[in-house]
């Protein structure tokens, strides 16, 4: 049987599209791209909050096929970001390749015919060969089930659902959560809002930003020169690299990042009792650290309040906090907005329009991949194929985040794997799959676990790289490098490659 497409592309965020670019570069345009949303840009068509920028190099968090030398600052807006992908859709004509608000809600493989059968939203069915499942990490927003949330009369959202509608201005807000979105969020909010309260149940470590402007002139030699945006991309990289070893065992270079951390908080920050409560007493790294020049000078406003005591309860009209000598008194909010990251470490699961949730990957011998992954944690070889799912590919998978660089260069890492699984598999003929021996990925996810013990991950800190389990199922315990050395092509030891049984006839 031949299928609709030889590749299914589900995602139009940065893995997506990238694979899509990959895909038609290599000469293989046989491929749709699935996108529950209205437009291409995943986490930046999502995030739309105010202040709403990236927290990695703008020439890093780029495609390295598709340079863009019109970045306008050191970290690009998210306007600018989106606006970016959309670019990179049209010049590689990829647009007539996406389903917009199509959701796909059933994955499911067929062994007679070794085929993938997507079913999405509305009813509609493609097979496909391949299926390449770029859902990406940020896309469940995280919202504490805090005590009479329910009865709160003002306004309730997730950074990441702003709701645009709702004029802030002269109000009193509570942003909940000190992640990397408040502390883009506070800034931006503080001068507009009559009082604004930040409930920090963890202080994080905050380093500097230098959010510098690129001139014209800049802008004009990168686009008559690449090499030199090329060669600016690679000392970003490897700046960014080598700071990665502070993560990853370097006590002397944790060391010093911590202190430039404190550094960078006693320069904006006079008051003794607030620095206090600002600075972490974990290890630098085992949470997100954050870049930023103007949260602590936020914080510092009359018009902003910093409570770290633990929130007792939302009444209708506020919040009350528990403090030393029990509840306090309720303050009151106008609007309550959650700035409390997402669902990373646990089973994804992909929102529909409709606010139902659907998706599942049924495999070999009917077993649903969702299912055996919320019983052991997610876990998969290098973090893209899963033992008993043939032909079935993630991008941002397990244990490919990062903490220290750009995540856009485990994408690429993970489409040369694409490209050289997709060869494999036409070298083996129309019906054949790949299948990962169960082994080789217990073998892999094991080694990854152990050499975690020896991260700042794993010095005691609770952080949303963790699973329920207390695994880390989200980072990669080792430098980008290692990773692109791995992944630069398949390994057959890795994988049964079978064919489609043959069919039985039957003599009358």
Known sequence: MQPDVQVAIIGAGFAGLGAAIRLSLSGRRSFLVFERGNDVGGTWRENTYPGCACDVP????????APNPAWSKAYSPQPEIQQYLRHCVDQFNLRSQIRFQTAIVDTRWDEATTRWHLTDQHGNQTTARVVVAATGPFTRPSVPKLPGLDTFAGAVFHSARWNHDYDLRGKRVAVIGTGASAIQIVPALAPLVAQLTVFQRTPPYVMPRNNRTYPAWQQRLYRALPLAQQLHRSLLYWINEAGGLAFMGNALLNKLATGQARRHLEAQVSDPELRRRLWPTYTLGCKRVLVSDDYYPALTRPNVTLVTDPIDTVTPTGIRTTGAAGPAAEQPFDALIFSTGFQVADVPVVQLPNGRTAFSFTGRNGRDLLTEWAQTGPQALY?????????????????????????????ESQLNYLLSYLHTLEQAGDDAFLDVKPDRQRTHNDALQQQMTGTVWASGCQSWYMDAQGRNTTLWPALTVTYRQRTRRVTLADYVIEQAAPAVSQVV
């Not at 703008?58 to 096929?65: A, G, V």
């Not at 973090?383 to 485990?410: E, K, Q, R, W």
């Open 58 to 65: 703008s020439h890093l968090y780029s495609f390295s096929f």
């Open 383 to 411: 973090g893209m194929t899963a033992s008993g799912f043939p032909n079935l590919l993630f991008l941002l998978g397990p244990n490919t985040g990062l903490g220290h660089t750009s995540v856009i260069h485990m994408i």
